[in-house]
């Protein structure tokens, strides 16, 4: 990014309750107040979509290849359950993978709660976005 350039992000929920209006969701309003908080930027899109590899997949690259958004944060799907499958379409998304991001924010997670290793999240990149998934809870 160029000084003084604004980035554009994305902020994508993956639950099905959420999505079928069962619960309201409240980690993407936190990631929000996070990103414009603490880093002083504005969050241009947000959605929910359920648990299903080709709705995660196509909002992905929708994201990415349409609206070219900077950083995408994805919350949910990252568990054990078997309809946790954000980690796998976003690997079908992503060109570059980021390790270095995972094993951070792991470690970072772990002071906090040993729960954190049961989470399977991935970071990598597509063209020039990056996307970062993060546990819902």
């Given at each position: 990014m160029k000084p003084g350039v604004r980035m554009r992000i994305g902020i994508l929920t993956i639950s099905d309750r959420a999505s079928q209006g069962v619960y309201e969701d409240q980690?993407?309003?936190?990631?929000?107040?996070?990103?414009?908080?603490?880093?002083?930027?504005?969050v241009d899109l947000t959605h929910i979509v359920p648990d299903d590899f080709v709705e995660i997949k196509r909002a992905l690259l929708k994201w990415c290849d349409e609206?070219?958004?900077?950083?995408?944060?994805?919350t949910g799907g990252t568990g054990f359950?078997?309809?946790?499958?954000?980690p796998e379409a976003t690997r079908q998304v992503i060109e570059r993978e980021a390790p270095g991001l995972v094993h951070?924010?792991?470690?970072?997670?772990l002071q906090k709660t040993p729960h954190a290793m049961l989470s399977r999240m991935v970071a990598g990149i597509r063209g020039h976005t990056l996307i970062v998934n993060?546990?819902?809870s």
């Open positions: 980690s993407g309003p936190a990631l929000r107040e996070v990103i414009e908080k603490h880093f002083g930027e504005d609206a070219h958004l900077d950083l995408i944060l994805t359950t078997p309809r946790d499958v954000t951070a924010m792991i470690a970072a997670s993060l546990p819902g």
